[in-house]
């Protein structure tokens, strides 16, 4: 059995303190936070054990308790989710989380803290880190980590940083390549982690729409649409030899509004960078691409213009398009997400490559 | 802008909160290559105004330049999302699709047709609610349409609709629609598939799919997206006794043992008596413990903490369960089992086998028969290829708790690992425990390995000796017995040839029989070492997952693998017993090394090189060490 090794592995170094103080911050602010109307979840809502612990008062009239129906379509995702994430710790000997900072991964960490609580999650981590996120990403991720008090594993293509590999210099295909998927397969094989959780969701791509929950991975980190293994119930194959490893996709079957909702009603921290604020932006190639740093190199003649924007996915700034917005709350934003008429990976670069180029990335190890 | 974007335009509070009540549909589409499941789909989408614009565009591209229609919009390009699929123009693999209406979320598992992907079908159908099962009006019932509805029963799905697709190409006759909907009938009855629900489309002009349209109106029932709005959701097991699987023990600090897992069935409050299998230990939960909180009272569905009052010993693999109405727990069963490998189901060979959160060995012993999807007979067969269903008993090395899968879908249900490659083979369902299971008990006794050995003065092992044939294996075998028997040792030779006069004479030299021919001698082994003897095994046992199988039998340390390593060409020269020549002119079939493998231990305690050694300097060296491991006493 592997978990007793991580928990002695990492008790040391992990903050319980600071994780226990996240915990509680978040049950005070989903009891006592001031609701503005429309804006509210609504009491009692909650998705997971808070809306069964309050079943019993919003019980349909004549049961004593809750049918077995009654778990709304968020709280069967969330126990779902739950229950993979404790798969993997039982059946994995050194797993990790990919942490990307994104709105994806805060879902994804919030659920790792309900999973295992009243234990901290048992495993790392882990920031695959291009040096060119947005600044309010790195504050906002060194802030999560400081309050879970978990432990984060940053890693940055050390070759590619010798280089100066940037999305500017070399194309947003080779960028990524050497500052994603090169960077993720260096950090798995140096920690020897076997299993990592990433917040990829079906709902994202064609080709993640056919990936399993848990995706086998071969030792050279190679992924064979052909060869994934049949995935029946909710029976997931964790064996691999060593050296092989596996991805696991605990958002598998979130869609985009999902994540959004829970949320809304989980009051789950994000970057401010979804929230539509004034931010220096220019129009290149009909996308919103904002100064975030004087690393930007400007055209002759380009100049920033402030304009009222959010972003819908975030990664690396000069490759994640910004659409302008007034929506500045969760709820304004699921507004326009529901409103919206063009898909959520548009303001990502990278999918317009070519036609298969997600399919094409995660063979070579992508996420 | 329909209603439902007036409502979130005006007040998305309300429509979150509406959202959040809809009820969930999984569904999956599946049905022959070519019956437009696919292109379903992608209208289905479309027509709900569910596809983004974005998306739109690409899609318009994709028609022009890799699309199967002309130039004309190709729905299967929305969901065709591998390389492979478009430049073939078929779905491989499960693709899964998440949309909603105004009345109800949906998780469609859409599935591959081809024969050799029935596999993906079965994993899409697992985890479904109902089933859109799609013929060709062209050319109605296929083999795949039978197989597929047969798997939809199998696997517990009761709602079928029955989407009669490509209506436009048949001019929309009622008389062919209703020809193959008795055909269907006839054979849904047979399978005990009653709840069918028939409809006439055209998925490629979307009549009857959101709207009836004008070319079909002799069909008066539901369009496809009435049904899948209306049709009744089957509700979770919660009226069943309660039943949670114990996942993972959290042990945060001495003070708190939580048993963590997800509900499978019924409910469970503060205070309930419970009993956890297959201990049967008895106590009362006394909390229900998550993150949010402490919860009075947990149902199915539900990812839970759960601490007892008192201690007792809980562990991964264990079921938590009402305590009045405990589910059963035995080691052999019959279940149904869908293949799902390139590599045959040998009969005698031994799978991981994963049942709710425990994974135990099983021996597939014996397979009763195969069940032909088409006649639905029952015919006797000795393995199950790719995609066959049989119908096998299984003995497992550990009892387990479980349920029929009828019952309860999350302890009947289970799936079969390969043991070397990790490879999921098998999928199955557990029918019914047999009855000697139940009343055969592991007798107990007091005189034990130990106190045998002990009286004959040395440690009880077996010698594996496995190689091609013609190796050495028996030559050196019987020296080492006779070293063994001069320093007083009590041992035992079992050789392959002579056991095959008795104990094995049933037995040929097909794969199957070979599994099972080493399957008994390491039974018999087993016994032997129990008894005190050093045992003495010379097979070929060509097979890894059959000497894995073996090891696995005995104690750490008890089990030594001789390989004794002579190349084909150095075994074929000497040819002892003729049988070479024998091969080579094609008389003596599944000669190991000419016609089936033989597969090199990589791990062998022992490796003997025939080719620097002599049979007696072989037998020296092993004899040699079993003595540095004090096998045969001080020596």
Aim: hydrophobic residues 40%; contains cysteine.
């Amino acid at each position: 059995m592997a978990f007793p090794d991580i928990v002695g592995h990492f008790r040391g170094k992990f903050d319980y303190d600071g994780w226990l103080w996240y915990a509680l911050q978040r049950a005070e602010e989903a009891c006592d936070m001031s609701r503005a109307a429309s804006d509210t979840p609504p009491p009692g809502h909650e998705a997971g054990g808070a809306a069964a612990a309050g079943a019993g008062t919003h019980a349909t009239p004549g049961s004593a308790a809750p049918a077995a129906a009654a778990l709304t379509h968020l709280q069967r995702l969330e126990a779902e989710s739950i229950h993979i994430l404790r798969e993997v710790v039982a059946e994995c000997e050194r797993p990790v989380m990919l942490y990307s900072v994104g709105k994806d991964s805060a879902v994804m960490l919030h659920l790792a803290v309900k999973a295992f609580y009243p234990a901290p999650p048992p495993f790392p981590l882990l920031h695959v880190d291009t040096t060119w996120k947005f600044r309010a990403m790195y504050e906002f991720r060194d802030r999560m980590v400081r309050q879970l008090g978990m432990r984060l594993l940053v890693h940055v293509n050390p070759e590619g940083l010798r280089l100066g590999v940037s999305p500017f210099t070399h194309g947003s295909q080779l960028y990524t390549d050497v500052m994603k998927t090169q960077a993720l397969k260096q950090a798995l094989d140096e920690h020897r982690f076997d299993a990592a959780f990433g917040g990829a969701r079906r709902d994202e791509e064609k080709s993640r729409a056919k990936e399993r929950i848990f995706s086998f991975r071969s030792a050279q980190h190679g992924w064979d649409p052909r060869q994934q293994r049949p995935e029946l119930w909710s029976l997931y194959n964790a064996r691999k030899h060593r050296g092989e490893s596996l991805r696991v996709f605990p958002l598998s079957n979130w869609t985009e509004l999902d994540v959004w909702q829970y949320i809304w009603l989980e009051r789950i921290p994000i970057v401010p960078l979804y929230f539509a604020a004034p931010r220096p932006v220019v129009l290149r190639g009909g996308t919103l691409i904002m100064v975030d740093d004087e690393r930007m190199p400007l055209a002759p003649g380009e100049q920033p213009v402030v304009k009222k924007v959010r972003f819908r996915t975030l990664g690396c700034y000069p490759l994640t398009g910004a659409i302008e917005s007034e929506a500045d709350t969760p709820a304004a934003i699921i507004r326009e997400t529901l409103l919206a008429r063009s898909s959520e990976r548009q303001g990502r670069l990278i999918d317009h490559d070519a036609v298969a180029s997600m399919e094409k990335k995660k063979q070579e190890g992508y996420f | 802008m329909t209603p439902q974007s007036d409502l979130i335009a005006s007040d998305i509070g309300a429509y979150l909160r509406a959202h959040e009540r809809k009820s969930l549909l999984r569904f999956i589409t599946c049905g022959s290559v070519d019956d437009g499941k696919s292109t379903l789909i992608g209208r289905l989408l479309y027509e709900a105004k569910l596809i983004f614009d974005d998306q739109l565009a690409a899609l318009e591209h994709d028609s022009q330049t890799v699309g199967t229609r002309g130039g004309e919009l190709d729905f299967a390009l929305l969901v065709d999302g591998l390389a492979a699929e478009r430049e073939q123009g078929i779905t491989i693999d499960v693709a899964y699709r998440f949309f909603s209406t105004e009345r109800r979320k949906f998780i469609v598992a859409d599935t591959p047709g081809h024969e050799q992907y029935t596999r993906n079908m079965v994993t899409g159908a697992s985890t479904a609610d109902l089933a859109v099962i799609l013929i060709d009006a062209r050319k109605g019932l296929l083999t795949q349409t039978r197989r597929h509805s047969f798997l939809v029963r199998l696997l517990g799905i009761s709602r079928v609709v029955l989407a009669i697709n490509k209506m436009d190409l048949v001019g929309y006759s009622r008389a062919t629609f209703e020809a193959i909907l008795a055909d269907y009938r006839a054979f849904a009855a047979r399978i005990g598939l009653s709840d069918v629900t028939p409809i006439p489309l055209s998925a490629v002009h979307g009549d009857n799919i959101i709207a009836h349209g004008p070319n079909m109106p002799w069909y008066t029932g539901p369009t496809l997206m009435q049904h899948l709005e209306s049709v009744a959701v089957e509700s979770d097991s919660g009226g069943a006794a309660f039943r949670l699987p114990v996942q993972w023990v959290n042990r945060p600090d001495a003070d708190f043992r939580g048993f963590a897992g997800q509900i499978v069935s019924g409910r469970v409050k503060q205070g309930d008596r419970i009993r956890v299998l297959p201990s049967g230990r008895e106590s009362r939960v006394a909390r229900i413990v998550t993150a949010d909180g402490d919860l009075p009272e947990a149902v199915a569905g539900q990812s839970v903490t759960l601490t007892l009052d008192s201690e007792i010993d809980v562990g991964r693999g264990d079921v938590i369960a009402a305590g009045d109405s405990p589910p059963q727990v035995a080691d052999q069963f019959e279940a149904t089992i869908v293949w799902l490998h390139d590599e045959p189901m040998l009969q005698g060979r031994a799978y991981l086998m994963k049942a709710g959160t425990r994974t135990v060995s099983a021996t597939i012993s014996p397979l009763k028969h195969r069940i032909n999807v088409d006649t639905l007979e029952h015919t006797a067969a000795e393995r199950l290829e790719l995609n066959d269903i049989g119908v096998c008993e299984l003995e497992l090395d550990r009892a387990i708790p479980f349920e029929a899968y009828c019952e309860n879908r999350a302890l009947g249900g289970f799936i079969l690992i390969d043991r070397l490659t990790n490879s999921t083979v098998g999928a199955g369902l557990i029918n019914f425990a047999l009855r000697r299971s139940q009343n055969v008990h592991w007798q107990a006794l007091d005189v034990d390995k130990q106190a045998r050995s002990r009286l004959k003065g040395q440690k009880a092992c077996v010698l594996w000796l496995t190689g091609l044939s013609g190796a050495g294996k028996s030559t050196i075998a019987n020296r080492i017995e006779k070293k063994l028997a001069a320093a007083g040792r009590h041992t035992y030779l079992l050789d392959g040839d002579n056991v095959r006069h008795g104990l094995n004479k049933d037995l040929g030299f097909t794969a199957q029989d070979r599994v099972e021919n080493i399957r008994r001698v390491a039974e018999v082994s087993r016994l032997m070492v129990d008894a005190g003897l050093i045992v003495l095994v010379s097979f070929i046992s060509p097979f890894r997952s059959e000497r894995r199988m073996a090891r696995e039998l005995f104690a750490p340390g008890e089990f030594l693998e001789v390989f004794v390593d002579t190349p084909l060409a150095e075994a074929e020269r000497r040819d002892v017993k003729g049988l070479y020549r024998k091969a080579r002119r094609g008389e003596l079939k599944n000669f190991t090394g000419i016609d089936s493998p033989y597969e090199a231990p990589e791990n062998p305690e022992i490796r003997i090189d025939t080719t620097t050694l002599t049979p007696e300097q072989a037998a020296e060296r092993i004899v040699a060490h079993l003595q540095a491991l004090r096998v045969s006493g001080g020596a």
